[in-house]
């Protein structure tokens, strides 16, 4: 059974950081891209990041945030540094079972399985 579960949000003071986990089952990481996105309330779900084949960030994060892989435990990160109250929304991890590249791996409606979503709010 697939499954994705994120992980680690939370209340954060501006310039603060966060690591975010996305912990897969019933699939390897590995043969999936993977994505992380994120939605405020009133707005579009927008995409943050992904990998798979290559490393890519939306310009809105890059040089804040990282997005890495720990295969023995089958899990992604998102390492966000530097957070601003903007950064505030639900952030979700998502996987493709193709690669993706450019813009086209930053569309929600390119992923085929997602993950509950995890709470970060950014705020004094």
């Known amino acids: 059974q697939v499954q994705l579960v994120e992980s680690g949000g939370g209340l954060v003071q501006p310039g603060g950081s966060l690591r975010l986990s996305c912990a897969a089952s019933?699939?390897?990481?590995?043969?999936?891209?993977i994505g992380w996105f994120r939605q405020a309330p009133g707005k579009e779900r927008e995409g943050v990041s992904y990998s798979g084949n290559i490393i890519y960030y939306a310009a809105f994060v890059k040089g804040r945030f990282t997005i890495s892989r720990d295969k023995a435990k089958n899990t992604v990160y998102l390492q966000m540094n530097s957070l601003k109250p903007e950064d505030t929304a639900v952030y979700y991890c998502?996987?493709?079972?193709?690669?993706?590249?450019?813009?086209?791996?930053?569309?929600?409606?390119?992923?085929?399985?997602w993950g509950q979503g995890t709470q970060v709010t950014v705020s004094s």
């Open positions: 019933g699939f390897t990481l590995d043969d999936y891209t």
């Open positions: 998502a996987a493709a079972n193709r690669l993706l590249f450019g813009l086209l791996g930053l569309r929600a409606d390119s992923y085929d399985y």
